[in-house]
C-alpha cells in the first residue's frame, strides 16, 4: 500500500506529479491489461479509419459500447481498488468522483509526433487557462500496461503560468511548434506496473514509442464544476454498484448528477 502519502502530497503540491514504481503486481497488470485489449482491439474495429489516420486515444472504456457487463464491473472494481483509492486520495483530500477513462497508443503513421499541451487549453482561451490552473485541477492516474517511454512534464506549471518558450511552443506561437523540445520538460519513462499522478492541467506529452498501451483514469474533486464532462453511460449502474467492492468514487459522482 502508499505507506508514504504525506511525502506523496508533498511532492504533487510542488511539482504536480508524483510516481509509485512497481505498485500493481503482475497478475494485477495482466488482469486489468486482458479487458482493455478486448476493448482496444473491438474500438480499433469500429474506429478504423480514424486509428488509421491520426488517433493516438481512445476514451469511455468504461462505458456499455465494447465491454460488456462482467468486464466493466471488473475495470470499475480495479478503479476503485484499495491501491487506486489510496493514491487518489493522496492527491484529492475532499470528495473524489469519477469522470472518465482514456485510452493512449501509438499513432499509426510513425511521423505524427508527441506534443505539448494542458488538458485545459482545448476548453478554455488564454485567461480561462490561467483562472482553471488556479482553481481547480483534474487529476489523471496512468496505469500503463506495457513498459514505455512514458509521459514527460514541466513540473510545476500546475500552479505556474507557462514561460516565453513553454506558451510558443504549447501555443504554437511565433512560428514555434508543440511538438519541438523544451528546456524545462522532464522525462518520466513508466514500466508496467508502475502509476503515475499528474496533473492534467500542468504542461505534458506522452511519449510516443514502444508498445505503449496506458489506461488514464481521470478524477476530480466534488467541489469542482466538472459534472458535464462525466458521460452516463460510464457509470456503473445500480445492478454493478452491488457488485463494487468500494463505489465510492462512482456514488460521489452519481450524487453530484443528481443534485444538478
Ligand atoms: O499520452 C499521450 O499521448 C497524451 C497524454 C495526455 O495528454 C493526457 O493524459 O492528458
Not at 503540491?13 to 478486448?38: C, H, M, Q, W
Not at 474495429?45 to 469511455?60: G, K, P, R, V, W
Request: overall charge negative; hydrophobic content about 35%; some cysteine.
Amino acid at each position: 500500500m502508499l505507506n508514504n502519502r504525506i511525502q506523496l502530497n508533498r511532492e504533487y503540491d510542488e511539482n504536480g506529479y508524483f510516481v509509485v514504481r512497481n505498485y500493481f503486481s503482475a497478475p494485477e497488470v495482466s488482469s486489468l491489461r486482458t479487458v482493455i485489449l478486448k476493448f482496444h482491439e473491438l474500438w480499433k474495429q469500429d474506429n478504423a479509419e480514424f486509428y488509421q489516420q491520426e488517433a493516438f486515444n481512445s476514451s469511455l472504456i468504461t462505458g456499455s459500447q465494447y465491454l460488456a457487463n462482467e468486464d466493466r464491473i471488473a475495470l470499475f472494481n480495479f478503479i476503485s481498488s484499495k491501491k487506486m483509492m489510496e493514491a487518489v486520495q493522496t492527491v484529492i483530500t475532499n470528495k473524489p468522483a469519477f469522470m472518465n477513462t482514456q485510452l493512449f497508443f501509438n499513432p499509426v503513421n510513425p511521423t505524427q509526433k508527441d506534443f505539448w499541451h494542458r488538458d485545459c487549453q482545448y476548453d478554455y482561451d488564454v485567461e480561462g487557462q490561467k483562472r482553471i490552473i488556479h482553481d481547480t485541477q483534474v487529476v489523471h492516474l496512468r496505469v500503463p500496461l506495457f513498459d514505455e517511454l512514458g509521459m514527460e512534464l514541466v513540473p510545476g506549471t500546475h500552479k505556474r503560468w507557462d514561460n516565453e518558450e513553454e506558451f510558443n511552443v504549447r501555443q504554437e506561437e511565433k512560428g514555434r511548434d508543440s511538438t519541438e523540445d523544451l528546456s524545462t520538460g522532464k522525462k518520466i519513462p513508466l514500466a508496467a506496473g508502475d502509476l503515475l499522478v499528474f496533473s492534467a492541467d500542468m504542461i505534458h506529452r506522452g511519449l510516443y514509442g514502444m508498445d505503449r498501451l496506458a489506461l488514464d483514469v481521470l478524477v476530480f474533486d466534488v467541489a469542482d464544476d466538472y459534472i458535464d464532462y462525466v458521460d452516463d453511460d460510464c457509470l456503473p449502474d445500480v445492478a454493478m454498484l452491488e457488485h463494487i467492492n468500494d463505489p465510492r468514487l462512482y456514488k460521489n459522482t452519481i450524487e453530484l448528477k443528481s443534485a444538478g
